[in-house]
């Protein structure tokens, strides 16, 4: 059954407002192959999920503590997808729920904004933060939307936001190993049940493989020497926290090869998130699936933190004739907000438009 936003509307509003959808990743079988991480794939294929049915949790009844996060460029995202009220929105990166909250506000109390996130305390955090406020909560990956749309039978958006890479919240979270000055786990997970953590990818891929993803993802050119350290360390003892990791590698690297403004593991840490969260594969997915589920005139704004995101934006932006590319050169934070929010610093904003496709026939 398919139904009116109107329908759909007040439908949601007298069922059960906590409700949870989640959706297991998107089947592997039809996703498009990752180089990096078609690499290490021997490792990773027994994890993947391939049950695509949906079902409906209820939420947990934890009590999260606030967000940290700061929404990133809020005021130009606005301006681009200009919610207006009763429409239906998609933040497929739910975070903090800053961006959801601005938005949500502008489309209620007749419009919807549908929150995924594959983190399920972002989920915890946000369900309590917006409290009141029209938004349904999906645990699940952006590249999963169509069948988050499908399980909340809605057939079209308004519009989409993706606020790509990981939130202030899970980089203050210990337990996940996001930030390498903390001594966690090295986990780097966005959902920690799902798929292989960082030290099971460090502790077992071969040599090469490790050199290759090191490179790929965190284009760093001192991915050899990172990788053989690894190697040679993990033969003495398992490599199993972010503090163990980063040490080793300010420790491998020679004075004159070590990054001059930033710390040597950064772009291991990088490359070890982006291959156990598949985040290229994920954006790569979202990118083709989405327009699709967008009204002629929605807009699409994603906020990329590294130019292995970005250029996926870019290039989708100015190749699908479906969309109508809005940024010739991506939107940046201003000083204002640099000053406020130094995470702004790496953020690029694109935007684009769903357009008609021309018959070709
Ligand atoms: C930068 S934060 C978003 C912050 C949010 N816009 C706010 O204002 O608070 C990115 C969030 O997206 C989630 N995430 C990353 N990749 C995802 C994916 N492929 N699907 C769903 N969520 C994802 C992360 O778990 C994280 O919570």
Not at 230 to 254: D, K, Y
Request: proline fraction near 7%.
């Amino acid at each position: 059954m398919i139904m009116t936003h109107s329908e759909f509307s007040s439908a949601k509003r007298s069922d059960d407002s906590t409700a949870r959808v989640s959706i297991p990743f998107f089947d592997p079988a039809s996703a498009i192959p990752d180089t990096a991480v078609a690499a290490g794939a021997e490792e990773e294929e027994s994890t993947k999920a391939s049950d695509r049915d949906a079902v409906v949790s209820a939420v947990s009844a934890t009590h999260a503590e606030p967000t940290v996060h700061i929404p990133i460029m809020p005021e130009p995202i606005l301006a681009a997808l200009v919610p207006q009220p009763g429409q239906i929105f998609v933040d497929g990166t739910l975070g903090g729920g800053g961006h959801t909250e601005l938005i949500a506000r502008r489309v209620a109390p007749n419009g919807w904004v549908i929150g995924l996130d594959r983190d399920p305390k972002a989920l915890d955090r946000s369900q309590q933060r917006l409290a009141g406020l029209p938004v349904r909560y999906a645990q699940a990956n952006f590249c999963n939307i169509p069948e988050v749309l499908e399980q909340l039978q809605v057939t079209q958006i308004d519009g989409v936001l993706l606020d790509l890479g990981l939130s202030s919240d899970q980089l203050a979270d210990r337990e996940r190993g996001f930030s390498f000055s903390m001594d966690g786990p090295l986990d780097l997970r966005f959902d920690p049940t799902e798929g292989k953590s960082a030290s099971q990818l460090v502790n077992r891929l071969s040599e090469e493989h490790l050199a290759d993803l090191i490179y790929q993802y965190g284009e760093d050119r001192n991915s050899r020497i990172i990788a053989r350290a690894i190697c040679a360390q993990r033969r003495l003892v398992p490599i199993e926290t972010a503090g163990a990791l980063a040490e080793l590698i300010r420790h491998a690297i020679p004075a004159a090869r070590r990054p001059k403004k930033i710390d040597p593991a950064t772009q291991t840490f990088q490359a070890l998130r982006i291959a156990v969260n598949e985040e290229l594969k994920s954006l790569e997915i979202a990118l083709q699936r989405i327009p699709e589920y967008m009204k002629i005139g929605a807009k699409i704004a994603i906020l990329s933190f590294h130019s292995l995101e970005d250029r996926r934006v870019k290039e989708a932006f100015r190749d699908d004739p479906r969309l109508k590319n809005l940024t010739k050169k991506p939107i940046v934070a201003d000083d204002a907000e640099l000053a406020a929010n130094p995470r702004a610093r790496s953020a690029k904003l694109r935007i684009a438009e769903r357009v008609e496709v021309e018959d070709p026939r």
